[in-house]
C-alpha cells in the first residue's frame, strides 16, 4: 500500500507561470516531508523541506505547503523556469533519525516556452 | 569534494550472473543507502547502513547483500542476478543531525540491465 502518492505523473506549466506539484500520504506518524528534483541521468537532489509543526516553509521561488488534516502537501514554484524542467519526489519520513523516507513515485514537470 | 560516486554507471548481465556495484562518499557520512528505481515505482530502499560495519534490510532486499567495510563506501552485490532486478539503482548517504531526518545526498546512479 502506497503511503506516499503523486496521483499525477506529469505535469506541464507554461514557463513564467505557477507549477503547483501535489502530494498525499496515509501515515499518520509522518512528521517530516520532503521534495527531491531530479534531471535525467542524475541522482535525485534536495529541493526543500516542511516539519509537521509548520504549515508553509519557503526558499526562493519554491514553497510547500503542509495540510496535515489532509494529509496534503503542495509544491509551488513561482516563477517556472526551463531549468525546472525535471520530475519531483515528494518524500515523508517519521521524526527519529533513524526513521526511513518513504519516495512517492514522482511528478514529471515541464515548463513549456 | 566529489560527493556521492557510483561505479558503474551502465552494465549489462545474464541471468545468474553475479555483480557488485561500489559507491563511495567523501563526505564523512555516517548513514548509507542502496535505492532501486523503476518506472512507475519512484524510489525503493533495498539496505541501509547507520555505520561501519553494520547493515540492515530496507524495504526489498532480497536478492541483495551489502557490506560497509570501510565508513566511505558501501557495496551492493547481486548473487544470482534475475531479470527483475533490471532498474536504476542510486545510493545515497547522510549524517545524524541534532533532530529529525537528514537530508540524503545521491550519487548519479547505475543502470543496470539483466537479460
Known amino acids: 500500500d502506497q503511503q506516499v502518492k503523486q496521483n499525477s505523473p506529469s505535469l506541464s506549466v507554461q514557463e513564467g507561470r505557477i507549477s503547483i506539484l501535489n502530494c498525499d500520504y496515509t501515515?499518520?506518524?509522518?512528521?517530516?516531508f520532503l521534495w527531491y528534483k531530479k534531471y535525467p541521468a542524475e541522482g535525485p537532489t534536495f529541493l526543500i523541506s516542511i516539519s509537521s509543526i509548520k504549515d508553509k516553509n519557503e526558499d526562493g521561488r519554491f514553497t510547500v505547503f503542509l495540510n496535515k488534516s489532509a494529509k496534503h502537501l503542495s509544491l509551488h514554484i513561482v516563477p517556472s523556469q526551463p531549468g525546472d524542467s525535471a520530475v519531483y519526489f515528494c518524500a515523508a519520513s517519521g521524526w527519529n533519525r533513524d526513521d526511513k523516507i518513504i519516495f512517492g513515485k514522482g511528478t514529471r514537470l515541464h515548463i513549456l516556452p | 569534494n566529489a560527493g556521492v560516486t557510483q561505479t558503474p554507471k551502465f552494465r549489462v548481465l545474464k541471468t545468474g550472473q553475479s555483480m557488485t556495484l561500489l559507491c563511495a562518499q567523501d563526505?564523512?557520512?555516517?548513514?548509507m543507502y542502496w535505492y532501486r528505481q523503476d518506472p512507475g515505482m519512484g524510489l525503493r530502499l533495498i539496505h541501509y547502513?547507520?555505520?561501519?560495519?553494520?547493515?540492515a534490510k530496507g524495504e526489498v532486499p532480497d536478492g541483495y547483500n551489502v557490506s560497509r567495510l570501510k565508513k566511505q563506501n558501501f557495496l551492493l552485490g547481486l548473487e544470482s542476478a534475475a531479470p527483475s532486478q533490471t532498474s536504476v539503482y542510486f545510493c545515497?548517504?547522510?549524517?545524524?543531525?541534532?533532530?529529525?531526518?537528514?537530508?540524503?545526498?545521491f550519487g548519479p546512479g547505475t543502470r543496470l540491465t539483466v537479460l
Open positions: 563526505m564523512n557520512h555516517e548513514y
Open positions: 547502513s547507520v555505520g561501519e560495519g553494520t547493515t
Open positions: 501515515n499518520s506518524m509522518f512528521d517530516y
Open positions: 545515497a548517504s547522510s549524517t545524524p543531525g541534532t533532530g529529525g531526518p537528514d537530508t540524503q545526498y
